[in-house]
């Protein structure tokens, strides 16, 4: 079952008001919650995140069996599932994102002519 669906139903019981950037459809809970409950249904924990433009912040959860779901999150704390599905597959590249320290250059080889 998709965490989404499964998800919801549980957190209808704690549910907030969806903030201004969500659609009616989304559902939307205090993060601490949405937190628990992927990591105690689906056993989904966070493998990436990152900022939008507009200063929430959007993860992507999953879990060894493949299950994930994408949560975005304003700075007050409220937190709505936007996406979820089977498949997650995590790769072993690792992005440059300008805040990590320079790794060394290589030095040059000189050649004796």
Request: hydrophobic content about 40%; proline content about 7%.
């Amino acid at each position: 079952m998709r965490p989404a669906i499964a998800l919801s139903v549980l957190l209808a019981s704690t549910a907030v008001a969806a903030p201004a950037f969500a659609k009616e459809d989304l559902m939307c809970a205090p993060r601490d919650e949405v937190v628990k409950q992927l990591g105690a249904q689906f056993s989904e924990t966070p493998v990436s995140r990152g900022l939008t433009s507009d200063g929430m912040v959007l993860e992507v959860f999953a879990s060894p069996h493949g299950t994930w779901t994408a949560v975005l999150s304003e700075p007050t704390g409220v937190s709505c599932l936007v996406s979820g599905g089977e498949g997650w597959q995590s790769t072993d590249h690792s992005l440059r994102t300008g805040t990590e320290p320079r790794a060394k250059e290589p030095k040059k080889k000189e050649f004796l002519m």
